[in-house]
């Protein structure tokens, strides 16, 4: 199972990405996704997560009301759509999925990470 992200770049603060998170196989329906992001000197946090049908989603407060995930079981994709970004939004981003519980979960409780994609918002 392989997952890379993509989409991320340098914005204004106000401005608008598209991060994108390709799975490598078929049986992207069978897992619950989600996006983490690190910031420099912090740690991983949980960003948004969606459940295996996308029928369920959890947001961080952090983001609620600017940021939406979405998957397309179909196309084997999930996409964090984030609007209205700050600088504090500024962090490597990274898409991740498991197969066992639910929704949000730990971290440790994913299985399979793609790549990070940069996301810097100015001021």
């Known amino acids: 199972v392989q997952l890379q992200a993509s989409g991320g770049g340098l914005v204004q603060a106000g401005g608008s990405l598209r991060l994108s998170c390709r799975f490598s196989?078929?049986?992207?329906?069978?897992?619950?996704m989600g996006w983490f992001r690190q910031a420099p000197g912090k740690e991983r946090e949980i960003v948004a997560a969606?459940?295996?049908?996308?029928?369920?989603?959890y947001y961080a407060d952090s983001v609620k009301g600017r940021f939406t995930i979405s998957r397309d079981n179909a196309k084997n994709n999930m996409y964090l759509q984030m609007n209205n970004l700050k600088p504090e939004d500024t962090a490597d981003y990274y898409c991740a999925a498991k197969w066992r519980g639910t929704i949000p979960a730990q971290e440790s409780d994913y299985d399979y990470w793609g790549q990070g994609t940069q996301v810097t918002v100015s001021s």
């Open positions: 196989v078929r049986t992207f329906g069978s897992f619950d």
């Open positions: 969606v459940s295996k049908s996308g029928g369920s989603t």
